[in-house]
């Protein structure tokens, strides 16, 4: 009788990891490391900078020209970019509306 009351407390032993395990698995993709940002938005290229907060990004101006740099700040206008690539003592600080493309290295070889 004693090893049937083991058995019984390892089936609910088991039971209770499946439960548990079955609310794990079934947590929806918001809480994923990345933020989805909704293409549609006027804000996309602001919200992608804000993601980028402490990454190196290069950023490619309407002007045409291009800056290479750590994003600093991001604001509801401007974007603080610091350490540019050949200038690595000055800071730039650029109108997120002159932004036409954020450049970031996501992988390696």
């Given at each position: 009788?004693?090893?049937?009351?083991?058995?019984?407390?390892?089936?609910?032993?088991?039971?209770?990891?499946?439960?548990?395990?079955?609310?794990?698995?079934?947590?929806?993709?918001?809480?994923?490391?990345?933020?989805v940002v909704d293409l549609?938005?006027?804000?996309?290229?602001?919200?992608?900078?804000?993601?980028?907060?402490g990454?190196?990004?290069k950023?490619?101006?309407q002007s045409g020209q291009e800056l290479e740099g750590k994003v600093s700040k991001v604001g509801s206008h401007v974007v603080v970019v610091s350490e540019l690539s050949g200038m690595e003592f000055f800071d730039a600080t650029?109108?997120?509306?002159?932004?036409?493309?954020?450049i970031v290295r996501v992988r390696t070889k």
């Amino acid at each position: 009788m004693g090893q049937q009351k083991g058995w019984v407390n390892i089936g609910m032993m088991v039971l209770l990891l499946c439960v548990l395990g079955g609310f794990v698995g079934a947590v929806p993709s918001v809480f994923a490391d990345e933020p989805v940002v909704d293409l549609n938005s006027p804000e996309a290229i602001r919200h992608t900078l804000e993601q980028q907060t402490g990454k190196r990004v290069k950023l490619k101006l309407q002007s045409g020209q291009e800056l290479e740099g750590k994003v600093s700040k991001v604001g509801s206008h401007v974007v603080v970019v610091s350490e540019l690539s050949g200038m690595e003592f000055f800071d730039a600080t650029v109108r997120v509306d002159q932004v036409a493309a954020v450049i970031v290295r996501v992988r390696t070889k």
